[in-house]
């Protein structure tokens, strides 16, 4: 007991021996400590986000997989993997000081390129930020593959992907988001609204989409000889809806990720995206219902993609209720352009120029007219004046890149190679070798599987072999 007592009287010394040593809190001390919390939890929402959005990566090569025939899976796959790994390097060489580095004109950055803004034993926020605005770039050069699948040369497609994520994307993205690093763009300075990038992003990779699939024109078999639609069919619808909700939860990343901190505003962000989201996916349904009796899946999808998109710009800036307008109208707007796009013979096998370009380009100009805080026509003209900006500088620097990739390197495969499929003539493997059958001198899909598949830009369901749409 004497022995307990003892120690206990040590303990009692020392602890207030160490009480005596520290200093008081201040409210300066408080601050710096709470500051220094914030902080961290920033760095770590960021990057939490980014992963997020990385992962819609995968949810991008697993829609775009699932739309476009077997025998172009593998083709799909290495494209999505390389414009992540191609746009990487490409954004940390030059990409991120283009639209990001200081500037005098407003116009494009000039510093901060291969990442020289990191200092060792600075300030690392640098690459939180640069690890955030990386999988965005990787966004925006993905979606053009989808709109020009199944016919692309894969060299075309490495050169054009590094154009995209080195020069056309941060060019925009330098006039709208400059300031958030260290430049500032002429754009923002007019007040543009585009929060998580409905049009920095989206429109940017619907435009680019646009005029790759111009250049490129329809896959062989789309168009009768009268000029006639004939649907393609996607070979694996489940892959496709595993895609969509892959993607639908990045966007949970994307847009709430897009603050850069920790706080109370992502909750009204993710409410949001998810009402739009939903809204996009029943009015799409129900406009393919009335158009074509029956509630199609494809387009259904898509509806879905059209109001994550479309909220993608003022998810930041609207209220819930005009969250669910707007992604209802982007539902609508996804299936009408689809059907619009076909018509004027533009083919885009999974809707990547709709979904991205046009819906962009609506909840770039829903951001102004449902602004929660007031709108007026000088807003709605500066919204106007952003969209038409992106589609004058992406659509005819993007024709140009792919009309000189096509005369030097080529941007198109051969017609056999194309009635072979890409995965065979560009990659020698297929995706699906227990289930393929020998076609055309060598392998393709089944045609007992293809009967059961719908097409992401059509409504017709039709029974026909693989290959009816390429003869």
């Given at each position: ?112 390129f291969f990442l020289s803004d990191f200092k060792v034993g600075g300030d ?316 055309y001198g060598g392998t393709s899909a089944s045609s007992s599987s293809s ?12 029974s026909e072999p693989e290959h009816a749409g390429a003869s």
């Amino acid at each position: 007991m004497k022995r307990f007592a003892t120690v206990l009287l040590f303990f009692l010394s020392s602890l207030s021996l160490a009480w005596a040593g520290d200093e008081a809190p201040t409210v300066l001390s408080n601050k710096t400590a709470i500051d220094l919390v914030q902080s961290h939890a920033d760095y770590v929402w960021t990057l939490v986000a980014a992963a997020l959005v990385f992962f819609m990566q995968a949810g991008f090569a697993m829609v775009e997989a699932g739309f476009t025939r077997a025998k172009n899976t593998v083709n799909i796959l290495m494209k999505n993997l390389m414009d992540f790994s191609m746009g990487t390097l490409a954004f940390w060489a030059v990409g991120f000081g283009i639209m990001f580095g200081a500037t005098s004109t407003g116009w494009f950055g000039t510093s901060g390129f291969f990442l020289s803004d990191f200092k060792v034993g600075g300030d690392p926020w640098v690459l939180a930020f640069w690890m955030f605005q990386v999988v965005f770039a990787a966004t925006a050069a993905t979606i053009v593959s989808g709109a020009m699948a199944e016919r692309t040369k894969f060299v075309g497609y490495l050169l054009y992907s590094a154009i995209i994520s080195g020069l056309i994307y941060p060019v925009f993205g330098s006039w709208a988001w400059g300031s958030l690093f260290n430049g500032s763009g002429w754009l923002e300075k007019l007040g543009f609204i585009d929060f998580a990038g409905s049009t920095v992003v989206h429109s940017v990779g619907g435009w680019a989409a646009l005029a790759g699939a111009i250049v490129l024109g329809p896959r062989m078999g789309k168009y009768t000889k009268d000029g006639k639609v004939k649907p393609i069919l996607g070979h694996n619808m489940p892959l496709a809806a595993l895609g969509v909700f892959i993607l639908w939860l990045g966007w949970f990343g994307f847009n709430p990720g897009s603050t850069t901190a920790a706080n109370k505003d992502i909750a009204m962000i993710f409410v949001n995206t998810n009402l739009a989201a939903a809204a996009g996916a029943i009015l799409a349904m129900v406009t393919s219902w009335i158009k074509f009796g029956k509630a199609e899946v494809g387009m259904s999808l898509n509806g879905a993609l059209a109001g994550l998109v479309a909220i993608t710009s003022p998810c930041a800036s609207v209220s819930p209720l005009s969250a669910v307008v707007i992604g209802a109208v982007g539902g609508i707007l996804v299936v009408l352009s689809v059907l619009f796009f076909e018509k004027i013979k533009v083919d885009d096998p999974v809707g990547a120029i709709s979904v991205h370009g046009v819906c962009g380009a609506w909840g770039t100009l829903a951001a102004g007219i449902f602004n929660i805080g007031g709108t007026s026509l000088k807003i709605i003209g500066v919204q106007l004046l952003g969209i038409t900006a992106a589609f004058l500088w992406v659509f005819p620097a993007a024709f140009v890149m792919f009309k000189l990739i096509d005369k030097t390197v080529g941007l198109r495969v051969s017609p056999e190679e194309e009635l072979e499929g890409l995965d065979i003539t560009e990659h020698g493997g297929n995706a699906y070798p227990d289930f393929e059958v020998y076609s055309y001198g060598g392998t393709s899909a089944s045609s007992s599987s293809s009967g059961i598949m719908t097409s992401s830009s059509s409504a017709t369901m039709v029974s026909e072999p693989e290959h009816a749409g390429a003869s």
